[in-house]
């Protein structure tokens, strides 16, 4: 069936590096990517989107890549920091345009940053 | 801009009784809300689109009769849980989309549901 996973559950990094958070998706139609923050207790935070027709898009310490021929999908986030800690979840919008839309959620990847 | 609230943010209930978590988009007007539901260190599950004004859109899976959703107004959805078990204790998310247009969802910040 269709759906949207992520390939590491679990990532620890110190304070300072660069993280990388994959995602892989089976729905070749999809052509819209959300990357969303989830703190506990808390809901989804829009981070980044980008659209399948570019392959990279970058905001303020993070930069989303998309690989349409293998269906990949990674969040970037530079000097990484505490605060980055949670669970980062990749998101696919399906038919967008046609007014019925909704979100297909990943699994999900806990990041993990020490000091 | 664009947020949203729930409430109450946790509840804890008996078994059998019913329990309505709000929706509310704060500082814009919402023609859709989406429900999810999510377990611990699981990923966010839809379980019904909300339109305003008419009936909601369960997924494949989701007693409507259990999960009863209410979108009386753009700015207002509801969620009520009947004849709770503790099997539906959970984090209950929604969000909303402007209804100026875009596909952005704004989520609120979740409500927890407990059933002893």
């Known amino acids: 069936g269709e759906s949207v996973g992520l390939h590491l559950p679990t990532l620890s990094v110190q304070e300072g590096d660069n993280s990388i958070i994959n995602c892989a998706y089976s729905?070749?139609?999809?052509?819209?990517f959300i990357w969303y923050k989830q703190e506990s207790g808390k809901g989804p935070q829009f981070i980044i989107d980008?659209?399948?027709?570019?392959d990279k898009r970058q905001g303020q310490r993070v930069t989303v890549l998309l690989n349409k021929t293998v269906k990949h999908l990674s969040l970037q986030i530079a000097a990484t920091q505490p605060g980055d800690s949670a669970v980062y979840f990749c998101?696919?919008?399906?038919?967008?345009?046609?007014?019925?839309?909704?979100?297909?959620f990943g699994t999900g990847t806990r990041l993990l940053v020490s000091p | 801009g664009a947020v949203v609230s729930q409430h109450p943010s946790r509840v804890i209930c008996k078994s059998g009784t019913s329990v309505k978590i709000e929706c509310r988009s704060l500082?814009?007007?919402?023609?859709?809300m989406f429900w999810y539901r999510q377990f611990p260190k699981k990923s966010l599950m839809l379980m019904a689109t909300?339109?305003?004004?008419?009936?909601?859109?369960?997924e494949q899976g989701v007693e409507k009769d259990k999960f009863l959703i209410n979108h009386a107004s753009l700015t207002l959805s509801t969620l009520t849980v009947t004849s709770a078990h503790p099997e539906d204790s959970s984090f209950y998310i929604c969000?909303?989309?402007?209804?100026?247009?875009?596909?952005?969802?704004?989520f609120g910040p979740g409500t927890r549901l407990t059933v002893t």
């Open positions: 980008i659209r399948s027709n570019m």
């Open positions: 998101a696919e919008i399906r038919a967008p345009g046609t007014g019925f839309q909704k979100l297909v």
């Open positions: 909300s339109n305003e004004g008419s009936k909601a859109t369960y």
């Open positions: 969000s909303a989309r402007d209804a100026s247009g875009g596909y952005e969802q704004y």
């Open positions: 500082d814009f007007q919402a023609t859709t």
């Open positions: 729905n070749s139609a999809s052509d819209y």
